[in-house]
């Protein structure tokens, strides 16, 4: 799986990801300061779920109908440590029994939800 943190997300958990195994591209790295569009429109064609702590991508793509990315995973509220993303999305991946892609993912201290996204 393909990942794109979008320029909020940890580069201590960047770097854990890309450890892990992963392909992430950070944003911060690549295109600081893109206005969140272009973020959604590079994961489109990219071909990457997203990864932010942005509430704003849901008002994208559901109030505006901007074309989705594979997916998006927000995380909420803001991490106690800059590891701590990476950790829970490890995590949630190695434990096998949640789907990412098409959906728009909220990781929360005690829960997780998911809501479809249509393309």
Do not use: C, H
Not at 12 to 37: F, K, N
Not at 77 to 84: E, F, G, I, L
Not at 99 to 115: A, H, K, S
Request: no cysteine; aromatic share 8%; proline share 9%.
């Amino acid at each position: 799986m393909k990942f794109l943190a979008d320029e909020d997300f940890p580069a201590q958990s960047v770097r854990l990801l890309r450890q892990a195994g992963y392909d992430v591209l950070s944003i911060a790295e690549v295109s600081p300061g893109v206005s969140d569009e272009k973020v959604l429109q590079q994961a489109r064609d990219e071909d990457r779920v997203l990864l932010t702590f942005d509430r704003d991508y849901g008002e994208l793509l559901y109030r505006l109908k901007v074309p989705p990315p594979r997916g998006v995973v927000y995380f909420r509220p803001a991490p106690k440590t800059p590891q701590q993303p990476a950790q829970q999305l490890i995590q949630l991946l190695r434990q096998g029994n949640i789907q990412l892609e098409g959906y728009f993912t909220v990781i929360e201290v005690d829960r997780i939800r998911q809501r479809p996204i249509q393309p």
